[in-house]
Nanobody, 117 residues
Framework: QVQLVESGGGLVQTGGSLRLSCAAS????????MGWFRQAPGKEREFVAR????????YYADSVKGRFTISRDNAKNTMYLQMLSLKPEDTAVYYC??????????WGQGTQVTVSS
């Protein structure tokens, strides 16, 4: 089992940047594929990005491609989401998640990102 804690959210102006972190407990972090999802007010949770267990493979939603970068440091049990050129439509609660199979089994509590226009 793994526990996930997000941090790094906040209020930023349009065009600004933030880096989110997701700290994981346990000694098996490197065996989990990881991802970021987000949920805006009144909307369903949506996929943002994912990264393989080794970090060698990444995939992004079209809405963030070229602006966001997902990465991980398995030695530190931490995953990151670097967000550049932020837009008001990026405003949401961002969740990190982990999976060993095809289903994301573990979720963090979320961190709020607010982009002002």
């Amino acid at each position: 089992q793994v526990q996930l804690v997000e941090s790094g959210g906040g209020l930023v102006q349009t065009g600004g940047s933030l880096r989110l972190s997701c700290a994981a407990s346990g000694r098996t972090f490197s065996s989990y594929a990881m991802g970021w999802f987000r949920q805006a007010p009144g909307k369903e949770r949506e996929f943002v990005a994912r990264i393989s267990s080794s970090g060698s493979s990444t995939y992004y939603a079209d809405s963030v491609k070229g602006r966001f970068t997902i990465s991980r440091d398995n030695a530190k049990n931490t995953m990151y989401l670097q967000m550049l050129s932020l837009k008001p439509e990026d405003t949401a609660v961002y969740y990190c998640t982990a999976r060993r199979s095809t289903v994301y089994d573990y979720w963090g509590q979320g961190t709020q990102v607010t982009v002002s226009s």
